[in-house]
Nanobody, 124 residues
Framework: VQVVESGGGLVQAGGSLRLSCEAS??????MAWFRQTPEKEREFLAA????????????SVKGRFTISRDNSRDSAKSTVYLQMNSLKREDTAVYYC????????????????WGQGTQVNVSS
């Protein structure tokens, strides 16, 4: 299974950015976004069940970030997006996408597959 993120970059505070993540493999994965800085442990942000109907957010991003996904018809590929609005300097981090098979959305240990991370920098 490959998990590949894209879409990071530099944005001004108050702006928006959309991250993308593609996971391949014939399993109906739960997919989630986490982020990490050198000063903090990996932080859960948002998760989406396979159907896309169930989504769960961390309180820190609820109302600003939105997770969505597209699944291929043969279940071979899923693309999940993280739309980030009203960005703040404290949102600066490396953002990771993860895929797993069980719905325990906030637990990093439940995700078996991780992307390499994409850097998001928010400037004032």
């Amino acid at each position: 299974v490959q998990v590949v993120e894209s879409g990071g970059g530099l944005v001004q505070a108050g702006g928006s950015l959309r991250l993308s993540c593609e996971a391949s493999g014939r399993t109906r994965y739960v997919m989630a976004w986490f982020r990490q800085t050198p000063e903090k442990e990996r932080e859960f942000l948002a998760a989406s069940a396979w159907s896309g109907e169930n989504a769960f957010y961390a309180d820190s991003v609820k109302g600003r970030f939105t997770i969505s996904r597209d699944n291929s018809r043969d279940s071979a590929k899923s693309t999940v997006y993280l739309q980030m609005n009203s960005l703040k300097r404290e949102d600066t981090a490396v953002y990771y996408c993860a895929a797993g098979s069980s719905w325990v959305p906030t637990s990093a240990q439940r995700y078996s597959y991780w992307g390499q991370g994409t850097q998001v920098n928010v400037s004032s």
